[in-house]
């Protein structure tokens, strides 16, 4: 540090302009920036998905050995076949649109309880526990009573954000009372949830009548999700909206979210601020785990057929790890994000179906956007943009705690 | 630095210690298993009732031998000892051996448990044994790789992904082109994946739990992808052959010891030899030292001439290799072939044994076998046939990483430059 | 033998650093670099080392330039460098450290252990640097750990050696002691180069001195030919007052009153040692000692940051031993902390969020569940404004203004109120000196408004110029005190204590 003042500014320098960016997007960055380099991020994970898709079309690649030019043009028509199918299946017409949006409300939901952990400088792996948790509340509440809808969905929703955050909150209290990373404890955890799963949906509370296998009991009609006429979306992406909105709120205008941001930042200085570290973290976990309950409901209540199945959450955790990163943890940046991976997830069924492509091609092309949002320098090294000051990258992690 | 004065108790009125705390809650946690064992170990079974442990398997060299026990009357001991280590560990005139006493105490209540559970039946004990140590290989050489990068202060999350991988390419190689070929390509995956974890974590300062995280979903991503589009269909790359159990002469013959240590495949013997020779190494040559000097304090190290980045990546790759070695273990010698999600969480299981093992090699493999022990038992009961659900054995291992993780963390303290990105100017 | 910088000019992003340098030193003289914080010498001493390097100029020994692109070249060159901060590693031994990049092996790479204790003792013994090689770094203190630092580079036979403010760690008498081995190094035909900010030391010490300010070198002189005054003028760049100007003290009532405290240190042991003393209102009362003697301790027991193990605090007579930081903060009680980056600040935060940590939960900041953000950036328009923050807004990331600002924005929001005591920890670390004296000044005004103050400080000078009355702490108790009238030398004995056991390490 030295004495000859800060370096000079790159931003608009109205100051009320700079307020509004400010509140948008999170303070520090500007809106170009916050864009361009997910934008590409995409982009550049496509062009490599495609070359995957490529490279493991066997039929296609024994014909190289005979006749590249017609390998070529089947190589790259199988390409073009299974990004044809991608678009036509995320928004090819409106039915895929609504698809789109189904498939991302439990993905915005879930990356926003990673989201929030991550503002606190929490790594929750553990949504797929938390859903898994909440989804069973749910799905209790769902079964057990029946009552009107308007009652019965909140009731249930409330119940699976109840179990979400006291599933979450053991790894929060752990990590306050004994330092344990949430890293590792919130992965036992998800396992620990998996098979608790399994075992309740055979016991007698929960098991469908006459079954064997680990299937629930289906729900009372009064509180499946109510869709929107023929199509699959349901009032689930509404309370995805609510959630993003309240989100917004609590990081950026509640007094609890400026603590969670500052322990985020810098626990020592929270701490000598006389903000209680442990509490902080018991609550982030708490709030992120409902958050990630209420996902867990999308798949009981508002899914097909409407019954609790062994392992019900998928891949849904980790899909959430990569929006929250996507998103830069802020909550639109969520939501867009949500929106671009359910649209891809959507799409990847109908290139599935169509062009005959494993649907994890999606998690191939997630990991790839993650890789290049955390490492901003390599899109940048990639399409040679030049470095902004402020920009090292996310960095959240230092060390194991204790 | 700091006082050097007399710390005699003074009449000043004085508030417990950290240390004093822990010794009560966890001398009451004695106490309280002390009556559990006595009520549901020991009065839970009918008097006269044995259990009958088998200490020898068919096809050794010593036969039929069995220490048979009276199963109350051992739950009755037991209980008697730990009310003991309770009652020593609750006086703290000895504050140090508390940690000794709650292993032993732990190790007594698995007997007793055993115990209570072959009421009645035969149980190889022996059997049990050896899946300790075959099922502690994966947990030790994650344990170990997870070590070589964070004696140099790399957070490798992504052991995980890093053991998928290997295990996957193993497969392939091994169907195609023999279990040597196999194993060299798993190891080779393991570098090649722990080469990007460098480069993310070293060249481009990316957070290095956001590295890990993001190396683990795209092994499972790219694993699930590749067996269902292309091990489906070739399923001949499906079927890798494995190594054989290598048994020592004279060694293996003795009874119990024998079986449990000295009949195995040789990823077992590797894992052990690469345990000390790792321990050796880091403490008692250049190479350790200046390993370690990276990960307390890369800067010192830099002011004496030692190339941090160089060091890092050297030992991240390394432990890439290791990684990749506990991966061909995994599809080449347990289990031969490739499935989805093969590892469940191995890989962090790992992590928590390099943590129990206080960032050292011995202790990672003593770790291990804890571990080891946690999973052989999962699989024990559930032959036994114990009133307890499958489901809840099949958690054991990992809720018994989280009471590991969350009583030992705060105590041990890690490289002290660890998760830290070194920035040269 | 000359070793000679050369028109050094080191650029960082927006930051000049070091504006066409030249500096020379010969063999068997000890030239002293002076300069204020920020004044680019720790720049030009790493570009030296081969840590950084020079966006132009050349590093020459005896006319033939060096290539300086690691410090491995620089050890090559015969340039050693005893910094700062110490480069040493904590859980190492002593011989394990001074080894380290060099060390001796026998098969296979293995360590040859005795070997290296021996090479330890031959150096240690040679310039009367007393150490036992297999003490653990991380249990000697600081003076000692000095000692093992001088080793290492002795070791690789340096020509040239570099000491970064070696003196800010010592006791008078320990300075003193580091004085003769600097002595006997030049006279075993070494160069040396001294950095420091302390003039007194500077003068006693050196052959030659040369003043840098703003990253130019400004002056060079002949110590017996200049004072302190002139150094100080030549630092800063205008007429420095080096004293405080304050009245005589008038204490009242006690505020603060610490009664036979005992309180452990991350490693269990005791570093408050049953510890008593009372602040009055109206009075500055300075708790001097080198870092390292419970002073940290001290103040996050004061303000409930760490439990006490024994003993009490009292709050204008209230027991508040086992209150928390905030509670404490209720109590009108400001907290200036040491180590401003990591406890006083959110760096990643704006000015505006910072200064209303403390504030953020009450009126009119938030009314309880929402944060008012008008009001917030209000007050910190008004606190930039009445403390003279230099920052571009108030919307500006904390971790982008120097260090004095920051420190500025720390005291804003701590004194912005009527409090009864203040504790400030080491207040001008690393600041500019137009920073000090604001600092310095606003705490005497706080003492004036009928405040109790508390500093702790390891610049005995900083200590004495404020304090009204002195009290010096050593391992974890008060080894004396002092009024006004005390001299550099009494305190200094003090503060040494039974220095005579810990040393025999």
Known sequence: MTDSGPPPERRPSDPSARKREARITGVGTSLRRAVVIPALAVLTALIIGGVIIALTDLDTLSVWGSDPMEALRLTLSGVGNAYKALLIGSVGSPRALTETLYAATPLILAGLAVAVGFQAGLFNIGVNGQMHIGGMAALWVGFSVALPGIIHIPLAIVAAMIGGAIWAGIAGLLKARTGAHEVITTIMLNFIALYLVDYVLTTSAFQAPGRNDPLSKPINPSAQFPTLGDFRVNIGFLIALAAVGFVWWLLYRSIIGFQFRAVGFNPDGGRYAGMNVAWVYVGVMAISGALAGVAGTTQVLGLEPYRGISGFAGTLGFDAIALALLGRSHPIGVLFAGLLFGALRAGGREMQGAAGIPVDLVLVLQALVIVFIAAPELVRAIYRIKTPEEETGVTISTGWGG | ?425 | MELELKGITKQFAGVLANDDVDLRVAEGEIVALLGENGAGKTTLMNILYGLYTPTSGQVLIDGEPLELLSPADAIAAGIGMVHQHFMLVPVFTVAENIVLGDEPTKKLGWLDKSRGRRVVREISSRYGLDVDPDALIEDLPVGVQQRVEIIKVLKREARFVVFDEPTSVLTPTEVESFFEVVRSLKADGKGIIFISHKLGEALEIADRIVVMRRGMTVAELDPAETDEEQCAELMVGRPVDLVVHKEEARPTDVVLSVEHLVVLDDRNRRAVDDLSFEVRAGEIVGIAGVQGNGQTELVQAITGLRSALGGVVRLRGEDVTIKSPRDIHKRDVAHVPEDRQKSGLVLQFTVTENVIMDTYYEAPISNGIQMDWDAARQQALRLVDEYDVRTPSVDTLVSKLSGGNQQKVIVAREFDRDVSLVIASQPTRGIDVGSIEHIHGRIVAKRDDGAAVLIVSSELDEVMALSDRILVMFGGRIAGEFDGSATATEIGLAMLGSQGESEAS
Not at chain 2, 177 to 196: C, P
């Open chain 2, 1 to 425: 630095m700091t006082s050097t004065a007399v710390t005699s108790e003074k009449s000043i009125d004085r508030r417990a210690t950290s240390e004093e705390r822990r010794a009560t809650v966890i001398g009451v946690a004695l106490v309280i298993l002390a009556a559990f064992v006595f009520w549901v170990f020991g009065l839970g079974v009918e008097s006269g009732v044995t259990s009958l442990f088998n200490l020898s398997l068919p096809g050794e060299r010593f036969q039929d031998l069995a220490w048979e026990v009276n199963s109350r009357w051992l739950a009755f001991l037991v209980s008697a000892i730990l009310a003991f280590l309770g009652g020593f560990v609750l006086r703290k005139s000895h504050l140090k051996r508390t940690n000794l006493a709650l292993a032993i105490g732990l190790g007594l209540l698995a007997l007793a448990f055993l115990t209570w559970a072959a009421a009645g039946n035969s149980f190889s004990l022996v059997g049990m044994l050896r899946s300790t140590v075959i099922l502690s290989v994966a947990v030790t050489l994650g344990a170990l790789t997870g070590l070589m990068c964070e004696r140099v202060a790399v957070i490798n999350i992504a052991i995980e992904g890093q053991l998928l991988t290997a295990a996957f390419v193993g497969t392939i190689m091994g169907s195609a082109w023999g279990i040597w070929a196999g194993l060299i390509g798993a190891m080779l995956t393991g570098a090649i994946l722990g080469a990007v974890l460098a480069v993310l974590a070293i060249k481009f300062r990316v957070d290095q739990i956001i590295a890990g995280v993001v190396i683990n979903i795209f092994a499972l991503g790219l694993t699930s992808f590749l067996a269902r589009r292309v091990l489906s269909e070739a399923q001949d790359l499906n079927t890798p052959g494995s190594f054989p159990s290598l048994k020592i002469p004279i060694l293996g013959d003795i009874p119990v010891l024998g079986t449990m240590f000295f009949d195995h495949s040789m990823f077992v013997y590797a894992t052990f030899i690469l345990a000390i020779v790792l321990h050796l190494g880091f403490f008692y040559t250049r190479w350790g030292l200046r390993s370690r000097s990276v990960g307390e304090h890369p800067k010192a190290a830099d002011t004496v001439g030692i190339n941090v980045y160089r060091t890092r990546y050297r030992n991240v790759i390394l432990g890439g290799v290791i990684a990749g070695f506990g991966g061909a273990f995994l599809t080449l010698s347990q289990v031969s072939r490739f499935e989805e999600n093969l590892t469940a969480g191995i890989g962090f299981i790992g992590l928590a044994a390099m943590i129990f093992g206080r960032w050292m090699p011995l202790g990672a493999l003593g770790a291990g076998l804890v571990f080891g022990f946690a999973r052989a038992l999962q699989q024990k009961l559930g032959i036994l046939g114990t009133p307890i659900p499958s489901e809840f054995l099949s958690m054991t291992p990992y809720i018994v990483t989280i009471i590991v993780v969350a009583g030992v963390v705060g105590r041990s303290r890690p490289p002290a430059a660890d998760g830290k990105p070194y920035i040269k100017e």
